[in-house]
């Protein structure tokens, strides 16, 4: 088994997805040569130039033919279906693609006796949360939707494929934010609302109470690239989190803030799920312990930053 070095041929799955866009960038100004796999038929021009290599592929029918593996150093596995909400309303959907695409990845590395080094994305949704201290990997885990479901069967996927042999790592991150991030995440959907919002009426926003931990998706990847190349790690998972929780009130005051405009009237609307936590917060100990990982991007900047644009 050996990890990744700069230099190394590293395919990333989920390449052109908002996570996937910044680990190439991130990889290919490390030295590393990127094979990219997406379902989009071409990536976009600014991560198509980070790429050596693009293959179209929807990895819940098979994995693609890239080449020899003995060529492979390393994969991170990024692709799958990742909103929560919508998984209530197609359950089996979320839980077939993504186990499927982790069994295919790794009956085709078996079949080739691959040897390197694979790092899985699971979720730091896979914790029930609500404890009073920072969670770490040994906290509870609790299924509490079906994307949960399908995220701690590929992380019981990757312990079987450890046991045949495979050099496995498992990441759990926490909510992402950062520039480049699509509607249907907290920050671009609360930079929209206020650019939105016109005087005189007040502006509907969801339930802003609850507390959650956001990392800069810089410094996730930056987190995942160590994953992928340290030669030599303790455990076989790892949380990827800042070890705050901020409420939406604090998002929306950044957002505020980036936009350099007052804080509206605001009119909230609709109820915490009975299953989600009021507060979460990870412990990144372990991965800071071992690899010296840190996050280095505030929450205003990544914000600011995000609004830049």
């Known amino acids: 088994m050996s990890a990744a070095t700069s230099g190394g041929r590293i395919a990333v799955t989920g390449a052109t997805g908002f996570v996937g866009q910044a680990l190439v960038a991130r990889l290919a100004a490390r030295g590393y040569r990127v094979v990219g796999i997406s379902e989009r038929s071409d990536p976009p021009h600014r991560t198509a130039d980070s790429l050596t290599e693009y293959h179209c592929a929807d990895l819940t029918r098979g994995w693609p033919d890239i080449g020899p593996w003995r060529e492979l150093d390393g994969i991170v596995h990024l692709a ?24 295919n990845l790794f009956e085709s590395a078996l079949r080739q006796d691959w040897r390197g080094r694979a790092v899985v994305v699971s979720s730091g949704a896979v914790y029930g949360g609500g404890e009073p201290d920072r969670l770490t990997e040994e906290s509870p885990t609790v299924a509490t939707s079906p994307y949960v479901v399908s995220k701690l069967l590929v992380e019981h996927q990757a312990e079987y494929y450890r046991q045949r042999g495979q050099d496995v790592v498992v990441a759990r ?57 340290r030669p030599r790690l303790k455990h076989a998972t790892y949380n990827v989190c800042s070890g705050a929780a901020r409420t939406g009130w604090e998002v929306l005051d950044a957002v505020c803030r980036a936009l350099r405009t007052q804080l509206p009237p605001v009119h909230t609307a609709g109820e915490r799920r009975a299953v989600d936590p009021s507060v979460v917060a990870g412990s990144a100990d372990r991965l800071t312990g071992e690899t010296g990982w840190r996050p280095t991007i505030d929450l205003q900047t990544s914000i600011d930053d995000f609004v830049a644009g």
């Open 80 to 103: 799958g279906l990742a909103a929560v909400a919508p998984s209530f309303e197609r359950p089996q959907e979320y839980i077939d693609a993504n186990s499927s695409m982790v069994t």
């Open 173 to 229: 991150p926490f909510n992402h934010v950062g520039p480049g991030q699509s509607c249907g995440f907290i920050v671009p959907d609360l930079v929209a609302k206020v650019r939105g919002w016109r005087p005189g009426t007040p502006m509907a926003v969801g339930n802003l109470d609850s507390a959650r931990d956001y990392t800069d998706v810089r410094d996730v990847v930056a987190a995942y690239e160590l994953l992928l190349s």
